[in-house]
């Protein structure tokens, strides 16, 4: 079978390269823009950088080409102010203490220190492990109940039950939603083991991230770590060191989650001690916001608002294989890209929507959603002006589009509007396929939805266990935050133009809207909606 999958795969490739030859001149200047987002002179786009100032600079006056009017604090862009913490990982450890012997830990290898949070320069904490670690009483969860967690450092499984609905797993398996769970039990700690299976960056490769820097928004209220003294992600083929003498291993924890059944939780006969050094700094970055003014004047004053990531990860130390550039073409360039060819067109066309639409570049994405959880939070527009927010993010056009994935598709009544959308334009659509990878809450419209505003975000869809479904596997292995995310890469044109075509007819059909948009009466996201309108 899987040879039939690759025969095929590689079939749709060619295909893909065959169509891009065909592609209009509006995919052709959307793939113009990424060739410039991506290119190693912007080096990698990371947050803060030279690069990303460069590419920030490149969006604003590709929004003043479309004639939009800058929506940013200083002209199209919106200062962010950011602390940085960078690991020293030669003068920090990691160890297990059972039985009075210290195991030490390798950082980088065993495990790494995760400094997001403002860490303790030294910690001894017991273990304890929750199972999926989630306390949710509407549900009658709770993975502490009987547990002592007052101090101690929670060992969980990065992953939700699959009984709990696809949002419900997003929003409660998010690491902010987590720690708030974790705090009010009293621990002051975090050990993060994820599932083999649903991680979609091997450790092999993430783990060589650990030693850039880590931000977060120098606006303290803003900040969901308050209080972790301790995060730690262990490396799951060493997971089992944990549970030595605990009478359970980590293979067995796994194939319960695996077969859907309930995970147990139990005190670790171990404590954890650490050391931790950091270095410090502050550090400035851009959103960039512009606006096309609705026409209806009892309308014009509310906002569709269409966002998308220009950051990325910046570049590699050492060099991999002789490349250091991160050059994110499909992360999150062609996103970018995206809401820069949708303004050109809307411009050409001369549409002229009843509300406003808002075109937002955010940055500090691959940092913890911080720049649209800023921007969220400090609008450069009205909070209660803001009726829904479009996001895109690594849509991924691989192979031709017949089916439009949408993330949040049943939480609101935006659903009605993608598929008439979709409909229209020949296309099936579909929920998330996979909601075990809680791809809802991982990019940046999880910060509008937390402020009570409808929110999407689409890719393009596939079905289980197809051709499509293994180029999307092979290229999220192999390509997802690596250098090989680059120019040299084989890319539909044709489901890019076709993707480029739903958002702004989505984004119309949004604005010509009688009524705002609201949250479904079953959302369990409708809770958040007083946010929106305060």
Known sequence: ???????????????????????????????????????????????????????????????????????????????????????????SSL?????????????????????????????????????????????????????????AVAVHIAATPAALPGPLQAHFGSAGERWKMYRAAGAVGTISIANPKSMDIPWARSTLARLHPQMALADASLDDTAGQQLAVTMNPAHAEKLFAGSGHTFAEMLALADGGRPVPHFALPAHITATVHVERGEVESQNVAAVLRGADPQRRNEFVVLSAHLDHLGLADPPINGDRVYNGAMDNASGIAALLEIATRLHESGAKPARSVAFVAVTGEEKGLLGSRYFAAHPTIARSSIVANVNTDMFL????????????????????????????LGLGVQADPEPQRNRFVRSDQYSFIREGIPALAMKVGYEPNTAEAEIARKWTAERYHAVSDDLAQPIDLSAADKYVDVVRALAVRIANRTDRPKWNESSFFKRFAKAGTE
């Not at 304890?128 to 509407?138: D, K, R, S, T």
């Not at 192979?399 to 509007?417: C, I, N, P, R, Y």
Request: aromatic share 6%; glycine share 10%.
């Open 95 to 151: 160890a297990l203490v059972r039985d009075g012997k210290t195991e030490p830990l390798t950082l980088g290898e065993d495990a790494n220190l995760s400094v997001r949070s403002e860490p303790a320069p030294s910690l001894d904490a017991p273990l304890v492990f929750v199972g999926y670690g989630l306390n949710v009483p509407e549900r009658q969860i709770n993975d502490f109940e009987g547990l002592s967690m007052r101090g």
């Open 397 to 424: 056009p691989l192979f031709a589009m017949k089916t439009l994935m949408v993330l949040g598709l049943d939480e609101s009544d935006l659903g009605q509007d993608i598929r008439a959308v979709a409909t229209g």
């Open 1 to 91: 079978m899987r040879r039939v999958l690759f025969v095929t795969a590689s079939c749709l490739v060619a295909a893909s390269i065959l169509l891009a030859a065909q592609s209009t001149p509006g995919a052709k200047r959307w793939f113009s823009h990424i060739e410039v987002l991506a290119s190693d002179a912007m080096e990698g786009r990371d947050t803060g950088s030279p690069g990303h100032k460069r590419a920030a600079d490149y969006v604003a006056s590709v929004f003043q080409k479309a004639g939009l009017e800058p929506a940013g604090v200083n002209g199209y862009v919106q200062p962010v102010q950011l602390k940085t913490r960078r690991i020293l990982e030669a003068q």
